[in-house]
T-cell receptor
Framework: EAQVTQNPRYLITVTGKKLTVTCSQN?????MSWYRQDPGLGLRQIYY???????DKGDVPEGYKVSRKEKRNFPLILESPSPNQTSLYFC????????????FGPGTRLLVL | SQKIEQNSEALNIQEGKTATLTCNYTNYSPAYLQWYRQDPGRGPVFLLL?????KEKRKERLKVTFDTTLKQSLFHITASQPADSATYLCALERGGSYIPTFGRGTSLIVHP
């Protein structure tokens, strides 16, 4: 089954404790991205990647890092999480030929205390 | 920067009626506009895409229109069903930017 998976689905952590949210897709997609969704603000893109070793900032990259060492994986790293990073995070992927159609993961709900 | 406006109030309609959702945008005209469906606690699911040179697109009970003069897209669900109840998001992207802008979404509630 074609899908985008994220882990963990739920995470409670404390300020300053580094964490990584993993994202993996099995569709051989070139393009992957991370979003956060907050009430009243909608989905906002954090980072995106056009292919392996190619990443770029989205609208709200501050406080986040990403890497794209393999085509299928695109982890989101919070080096020093803060309470304002409490949010619902989504990973998405799409093919180079059909970049407009993004497939979203199930989401990771993060609470930073 | 681009702004998208979707009605923040929930749309309540009766089963069998046509639901019409609105997406208005400011500033530049996007290369294309998309509509997604999102259920509570789940990721958005792509529904339809319409390009700047297209006026209308259909898929089964769904229809999207795109008026670049009014800077508006309308999303219609005909013969609505309770299972259509969800939040619907519109998103647009200027060609080549790879950074889509999403609206906040409109909640649709279809009553049996």
């Amino acid at each position: 089954e074609a899908q985008v998976t994220q882990n963990p689905r739920y995470l409670i952590t404390v300020t300053g404790k580094k964490l990584t949210v993993t994202c993996s897709q099995n569709m051989n997609h070139e393009y992957m991205s991370w979003y956060r969704q907050d009430p009243g603000l909608g989905l906002r893109q954090i980072y995106y990647s056009m292919n392996v070793e190619v990443t770029d900032k989205g609208d709200v990259p501050e406080g986040y890092k990403v890497s794209r060492k393999e085509k299928r994986n695109f982890p989101l790293i919070l080096e020093s999480p803060s309470p304002n990073q409490t949010s619902l995070y989504f990973c998405a992927s799409s093919s180079a030929q059909g970049m407009e159609t993004q497939y979203f993961g199930p989401g990771t709900r993060l609470l930073v205390l | 920067s681009q702004k998208i406006e979707q009605n923040s109030e929930a749309l309540n309609i009766q089963e069998g009626k046509t639901a019409t959702l609105t997406c208005n945008y400011t500033n530049y005209s996007p290369a294309y506009l998309q509509w997604y469906r999102q259920d509570p606690g789940r990721g958005p699911v792509f529904l339809l895409l319409i390009r700047e040179n297209e006026k209308e697109k259909r898929k089964e009970r769904l229809k999207v229109t795109f008026d670049t003069t009014l800077k508006q897209s309308l999303f219609h669900i005909t013969a609505s069903q309770p299972a259509d109840s969800a939040t619907y998001l519109c998103a647009l992207e200027r060609g080549g930017s790879y950074i889509p802008t999403f609206g906040r979404g409109t909640s649709l509630i279809v009553h049996p």
